[in-house]
């Protein structure tokens, strides 16, 4: 991210949020942060303050520069606009143009792209009035992060959890830089190894930890590429910015490559995949028994010629250890 961008982040009611504003600034973004009346009852605009050094904007009426109006002078200088978390509520404001307090009517204003991460319980995030708003602002050019799956706030488990600080960060560089050379493309990546189950103890499998796979894979996200990573096993982390997809055995990569194939413009599979399964997976397992035992194995399908076959205008780059 260039280090003279401008970005107003607004809403900020958790800690996740404090997180994101702390990692936008040690990338070098001049950070503005705008709360509503409502996130101030969750975290103090304190906390906003010193991470961001520059003041917090809660109240529409509370105006410090008497050469600016405060609200319209922050949309005109926002290169982007990050609502992190939004509320149910927010976003039916803004889809219905309310504009009621510091935040909504700055946002009313704003003419620079929006991010909005949504957070909220699983069933308000499901509700048709939350869908419809979201698809409303969708259809204005709103940018949306996806909320994750997992425990919620309100002790539910389910989709609702804001994205994380690392893919929000992502998204925003990709919304600031949308002209990078692989802007618009989708990259397909295999990474790690597979795993073929022998019992539900034993295995087998090649050695990779994934690192390769993975720096393509950021790679490819840092030139503009909207990125698929299919990740077997690893020992590494894998990068942030991008859909993962996890997979053990070599038909499940199989089977998450050829679902993502047909609208990926390049693929490159770099995961280390067995060759051979066992014919069949013991449900228990296998106790010790004589001096040897033998497995019998069966080949896997071959991904990359599999691909070969079905490929159109796609790029494809296959690797072999040799
Ligand atoms: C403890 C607590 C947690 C809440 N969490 C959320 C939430 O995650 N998402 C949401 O949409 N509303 C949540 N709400 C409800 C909002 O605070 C409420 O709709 C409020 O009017 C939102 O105002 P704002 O959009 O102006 O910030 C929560 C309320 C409480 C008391």
Redesign the pocket.
């Known amino acids: 991210m260039r280090d003279d961008r401008r970005i107003l982040f607004v809403?900020c009611?958790n800690f996740k949020a404090a997180d994101l504003c702390s990692k936008l600034i040690r990338l070098g973004a001049e950070v503005h942060v705008m709360m509503?009346?409502?996130?101030v009852?969750?975290i103090s605009p304190l906390t906003f303050q010193a991470l961001s050094k520059q003041p917090v904007k809660v109240d529409t009426f509370d105006e410090q520069d008497a050469s600016v109006i405060a609200h319209i002078d922050l949309a005109d200088r926002a290169d982007v606009v990050v609502i992190a978390?939004?509320?149910?509520?927010?976003?039916g404001?803004m889809a219905h143009g309310l504009a009621d307090?510091m935040?909504?009517t700055t946002l009313l204003a704003a003419t620079s792209p929006v991010l909005v991460a949504?957070?909220?319980?699983v069933h308000?995030y499901d509700h048709p009035a939350v869908r419809h708003n979201m698809k409303l602002l969708e259809e204005r050019g709103v940018r949306f992060i996806d909320p994750g799956v997992g425990q919620?706030?309100?002790g539910y488990v389910g989709k609702?959890r804001m994205a994380e600080p690392e893919d929000i960060v992502e998204a925003i560089r990709s919304m600031l830089e949308p002209n990078l050379p692989l802007s618009g493309k989708k990259v397909l990546v295999t990474a790690g190894s597979t795993q073929e189950r022998i019992d539900p103890v034993r295995y087998i499998g090649n050695d990779a930890s994934g690192k390769t796979g993975f720096a393509i894979a950021q790679a490819a996200r840092d030139l503009g590429a909207e990125v698929v990573l299919v990740s077997g096993p690893s020992t590494a982390e894998p990068p942030a910015g991008m859909e993962l997809i996890r997979v053990m055995s070599a038909q499940d990569m199989f089977d998450a490559v050829l679902a993502e194939f047909a609208d990926s413009d390049i693929i490159i599979k770099s995961a280390a995949v067995a060759d051979y399964r066992p014919v069949e997976t013991a449900k228990q397992k296998i106790k010790k028994q004589g001096d040897t035992l033998t497995l019998k194995l069966v080949k896997n399908p071959d991904i990359l010629q599999t691909l070969g076959e079905r490929k159109t205008n796609q790029f494809l780059v296959g690797f072999a250890a040799e």
Do not use: R
């Open positions: 809403k009611i509503t009346a409502s996130a009852k969750f978390p939004a509320t149910a509520n927010l976003i404001k307090d935040l909504s949504p957070a909220m319980n308000m919620l706030a309100c609702g």
